[in-house]
Nanobody, 121 residues
Framework: QVQLVESGGGLVQAGDSLRLSCVASGRTLSDSYMGWFRQAPGKEREFVAVARWGTYYADFVKGRCTISRDNAKNTVYLQMNSLKPEDTAVYYC?????????????????WGQGTQVTVSS
């Protein structure tokens, strides 16, 4: 049983930074895609970033966010800078082995419970 636990969310002001962390347990995920999605109230869950052999980002975070992973710790991070009010959402960690279309949420096998990020203007 794989468990993903996110941390690092919070209430910040526009322009601030946050680093989200996601620790996996239950199996080694070094060969898996590990990524981040987010869901704002009333909106669908959307892809933010993913890392496996390379890294990929949604256009709305390019230049502001960096995803990284520490396979020895089974952990993936999302460094978010220059946060905007529209970044307010619950951020979810996701992992999958055979993802294919990495921006598609239904391709991932495991999900965390989410961490709230709120950006005030």
């Amino acid at each position: 049983q794989v468990q993903l636990v996110e941390s690092g969310g919070g209430l910040v002001q526009a322009g601030d930074s946050l680093r989200l962390s996601c620790v996996a347990s239950g199996r080694t995920l070094s060969d898996s895609y590990m990524g981040w999605f987010r869901q704002a109230p009333g909106k669908e869950r959307e892809f933010v970033a993913v890392a496996r052999w390379g890294t990929y980002y949604a256009d709305f975070v390019k230049g502001r966010c960096t995803i990284s992973r520490d396979n020895a710790k089974n952990t993936v991070y999302l460094q978010m800078n220059s946060l905007k009010p529209e970044d307010t959402a619950v951020y979810y960690c996701a992992a999958g082995v055979r993802v294919g279309v990495y921006s598609s949420a239904d391709k991932y096998d495991y999900w965390g419970q989410g961490t709230q990020v709120t950006v005030s203007s």
